[in-house]
């Protein structure tokens, strides 16, 4: 459009899409970092974005998250013509309930109209308890729907600081740092090569899995988060990126 044109953001989508080498990218004006409601500016795209990929009847996992959750605050009741339900990607992660994927799942139904699932189980299962929980109708169902979501959307956080507001055990902290992890997705923790260093073990969505999702949507900006999405979209060339003027300028400055 004329005003992104004007800003100039245009120009810095173009620049970012083939730095990244991904398949679409949106800039929205600020730096996150600075200013909170940079991430609803997000939200706004993503709801946009959604509206474009779209079709009757879809299955919509969500992340959780800080940007999760202002991205969910943006949905509006013109997706109800979509007919969306709505699911958590993954188990929980350690996170404060507000920025839990079932939360925010919840949350992004009930501003969207559609309807959603969640996904009741414990942030850390044993072997045993998670071999019994998976063959739980109740819960198989719902696993068996995020599975065949098709559209994804999730966060991207900076490693170290997704570590450290999980609570992460301090073992667990250092392998992350020992691996020089970057960037963190859906409890996936990656290297700056965009490859696996660590993983959360819980149910839901497997990396595999997103790769065959035909909507994936990462959101996320901040200058604090470059490195992280540089290195996260070196595995998720299929996916849109949303991110802000000063996660997009500080990838270009690097
Ligand atoms: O799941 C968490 C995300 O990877 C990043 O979280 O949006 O609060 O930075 P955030």
């Known amino acids: 459009d004329m005003m992104k044109e004007v800003s100039g953001l245009k120009d810095l989508e173009r620049k970012i899409k083939s730095l990244l080498d991904i398949k679409d990218v949106i800039v929205v004006a600020g730096d996150s970092d600075l200013s909170p409601w940079v991430k609803k500016e997000m939200g706004r795209a993503c709801v946009a974005c959604m509206k474009e990929r779209l079709t009757s009847q879809s299955i919509v996992a969500v992340t959780g998250g800080t940007t999760l959750a202002a991205v969910a605050e943006m949905m509006t009741p013109e997706l109800k013509q979509i007919d969306i339900l ?150 998720a060339h299929h996916s849109v990126l949303i991110t802000d003027e000063g996660a997009a300028r500080e990838l270009i400055r690097e």
């Open 86 to 235: 709505f699911v958590p990607a993954r188990g929980g992660l350690g996170e404060d309930v507000k920025n839990q994927a079932n939360t925010i799942c919840a949350r992004m139904a009930e501003k969207a109209m559609g309807n959603y699932r969640l996904l009741h189980v414990p942030d850390q299962l044993s072997d045993e308890a998670y071999q019994s929980m998976i063959e739980e109708p109740a819960i198989k169902e719902v696993l068996d729907l995020i599975r065949s979501s098709n559209m994804v959307i999730h966060g991207i956080g900076d490693a170290i600081t997704m570590a450290e507001r999980r609570k992460t055990a301090s073992e667990e902290i250092e392998k992350i740092k020992q691996r020089r992890a970057v960037a963190e997705a859906f409890g996936y923790y990656f290297n700056q090569e965009g490859e696996v260093v660590h993983k959360v073990k819980t149910m839901g969505i497997q990396l595999e899995d997103v790769k065959k999702v035909e909507h994936v949507i990462a959101v996320a900006g901040g200058a604090s988060k470059a490195k992280a999405i540089k290195a996260y979209m070196k595995q």
